[in-house]
Each structure stands twice: as structure tokens, then as C-alpha cells.
């Protein structure tokens, strides 16, 4: 059944938990082994013992996280979905970070896997939510780097060059009816949230932006779309507006 809905984005993200878990259990092991010695003076079962509640206590974890993953929608997936979330971005995100920068792993492909998930479970949830309580969320960087023009405090203030997306999205504002800021930074961001107390995020940015901020936001729903980077990182970006549109018509109403 888990395969069933498992998908090739999140096959990376999987296998980096996989690997931390394996990690983690050898490393315990250890310690075990260490400590074991003053432990058996206290009773010679004891140190297996928990191991093993250890051991139950990762699996029961894991098992919950899955769940989400694999259950048909229904209403009360809400049930293994909100717990599977907050299992995907407070303990398997982190764990994952912490071995990426162990073993200098791919993290943008890992970051980028996490967002998949994080994507997943929230349309699954298949929440609809009012036009005008989604923020958009954009990044400084698809300004055109010599544009004048003060987009930060508006995107209508855009000169319409069309040299870059955002003469596309004021206009997708306006048709939508959905308020869109730009954000030179997670300060910036986090105000904005703030005001506009938003009931859910699409955020466009760099993998390690977006994981960055779907992890700091969290509760609050935030669906992730990478940019596009033609130039490098931080420096004319683009979206994808069809994918953005589509994200939209996923859930609102």
C-alpha cells in the first residue's frame, strides 16, 4: 500500500532517513555497549531491555510517518497526517540535515526531496482554503538585479518591463485575488506573516530557503515550489507560473 503512493520525489529524502536511522542505531549500539558494564551491575537484562525500548520507540515513530504517507485520502486522515508532518519537520528533517553534513551528502537534492514530502502530506490533508487568506511568498531575487523599481513594499510597483517574472505575478495577484509579498530575507518574511496571519504559505524560493522556512513556520501550512536558477543562486531567478497557478487551483476556494 505504502508503494502504491510513494513517489519518485521523495525515494531521495527516504533514503538519507534510512541511512540516518542506520547511523543512529549503530551509534547507540555503542553507547549501549559502553555503558553496559555499570548498567548489568543493576541487573544484567536491563541494558538490552532498553535498547529495546529505544529501538520500539523509533519504529512506532517511523510507523506513524508512514502511515500518513500511505493512507488513502479520507476525513479522518487528518489524523496520521498532522502527526506524520510534524515527525517529517522536527525530527527526520533535522536528523537528515545532521548526516548531509556529516557525510557531505547532496543536501539541495535532500532539501528538495523534503519539500516533495512536506507537499504531499498537505494536499493530502485536501484542505480548501479562502483566496484571500493564502499568501504568496516570493523571493527578492526574481527581481531583475538592476531593476529600480521598490517591489519589496509591492509588486504593483513593478515597471512592467517584462524582463523578469514579476510583471506576471502582480497580474496574477490581481486575478486571483491573493496577496502576494516579496521578501528580501527571513526577517522580512517572518513580519509579513505577522500582518497578514495567513491561514496557509506558497512559498517560491531555493531549496534551503524554502526547508528553512517551512521548518520555522511550522504549524502554519507552508507548500514549498523551487525557483529556477538560470544564473546561479540569488541573482534574476525565475518561477515556474503554470506550476504556481496549478499549486493555487490545488487549494483554493
Known sequence: MFVKFLKKEHIYFLKIISASIFVLLAASSFLFWVISGGIEKLSPDLPIYIYLFFAAIIFAVLLIFFMGLSFKKNKNRSVLVYPARYILIKLLYPLAFFITSIFRINRDKMQGSFIEINNFLLFSLNNQILKDRILILLPHCLQLHNCKAKITEDVHNCLKCGKCNIKELASLSDKKGIFIAVAT?????????????????????????????????????????????????????????KALCELIEKIAV
Open 185 to 241: 530575507g527571513g526577517t522580512l518574511a517572518r513580519r509579513v506573516l505577522e500582518e497578514k496571519m495567513p491561514r496557509a504559505v506558497i512559498a517560491v524560493a531555493c531549496e534551503r530557503d524554502l526547508s528553512s522556512g517551512i521548518t520555522d513556520s511550522f504549524p502554519l501550512p507552508v507548500y514549498g515550489l523551487p525557483n529556477i536558477r538560470p544564473n546561479g543562486p540569488c541573482r534574476d531567478t525565475l518561477v515556474d507560473v
